[in-house]
């Protein structure tokens, strides 16, 4: 990619001469001389003072547009190329925090071991820019439960299942699921409203008619350990994805239930680059996976029955 349309596109996204040199290792003088070819090159004037800041003219939003493209173009040929070039001995994956802590960690650790010839750069970051990143061939693959841009193969590792999640200890923890009017009566711990599994509610409450305003919210936090803590010390229940709080299920210290009359269900999947030639590898990564849940299924029922034998 030509240099100069990489220091345009820096300094699009910093506004400032003097921070996009710093981000692009460069000079002051030398980014100004960039634009300058630019502006010289095709006759036009890129930017103009606003302030403190530079904003694109019609023109050199035009030119900016075509620097993205070419940027894409690039990114696009080089991993065609990696592919026809080369053996799958590196891969670029995004993934969430949830999923990259709860999922992915397990999962590339089995694999790595199986292919020690294999390096992996490991994203996490929120969907939307993931998907950007995807789109723009900066990944070969994320691991995300969240739509495929049209055009690029989608491969199901899993269904996430957001749940009402309590203590053992809790009376609930007998029961098969729960509504929404129980849920109104108990304390709530809950992770804040951009959480995957609270927008999962909030849209299937919004077909009801009904509002997650209206729960009894004793804990708000994004620090997920925190809340299986409490939810585990019988402070409150809460709502997570299951996969968040599998291990201290399988431990016997929580209990996940359904919420009556909603579909809290959603799908985990691979979604890949277009022209991605390795996609053998989910089907191996999605046998890694039930795998690795039924060693965890069986071990969780063998301590329940030597737990039955000994009472």
Request: charged share 25%; glycine share 4%; net charge negative.
């Amino acid at each position: 990619m030509d240099i100069r349309f990489k220091t345009l596109l820096s300094v699009v996204q910093t506004k400032n001469y003097t921070h996009s040199a710093q981000e692009l290792a460069l000079t002051q003088p030398a980014v100004s001389h960039h634009i300058k070819q630019l502006e010289n090159e095709y006759g036009i004037r890129i930017f103009e003072k606003n302030g403190k800041n530079l904003q694109l003219t019609r023109a050199g939003a035009l030119l900016a547009e075509y620097a993205e493209q070419s940027r894409v173009r690039e990114n696009s040929f080089t991993s065609a190329l990696r592919t026809v070039m080369e053996e799958p001995s590196h891969f670029s994956i995004g993934v969430t925090v949830t999923l990259a802590e709860y999922i992915l960690s397990n999962l590339m650790a089995t694999y790595c071991k199986k292919h020690p010839e294999v390096t992996l750069d490991i994203s996490c970051d929120s969907r939307k820019t993931l998907i950007k990143k995807l789109t723009d061939y900066e990944l070969d693959w994320v691991l995300i439960n969240y739509p495929a841009p049209e055009g690029f193969p989608t491969y199901p590792l899993c269904t996430d299942k957001s749940r009402v999640v309590v203590s053992a200890k809790h009376p609930l923890a007998k029961a098969s699921s729960v509504n929404f009017a129980r849920l109104r009566e108990e304390k709530m711990i809950l992770c804040y409203k951009d959480n995957f599994a609270m927008r999962i509610l909030d849209e299937e409450l919004q077909k009801h008619a009904l509002t997650a305003d209206d729960l009894n919210v004793v804990v708000e936090t994004n620090i997920m350990k925190m809340i299986k803590q409490l939810v585990e010390g019988n402070v409150g229940i809460s709502i997570l994805q299951e996969a968040a709080c599998q291990a201290e299920i399988n431990e016997g210290k929580l209990v996940a239930l359904p919420l009556e009359g909603l579909n809290m269900d959603r799908s985990i999947h691979f979604i890949c680059r277009p022209g991605f030639a390795y996609t053998g590898l989910f089907d191996e990564l999605k046998t890694i996976y039930e795998d690795i849940n039924s060693c965890n299924s069986n071990k969780r029922k063998m301590e329940l029955d030597i737990e039955t034998c000994e009472s």
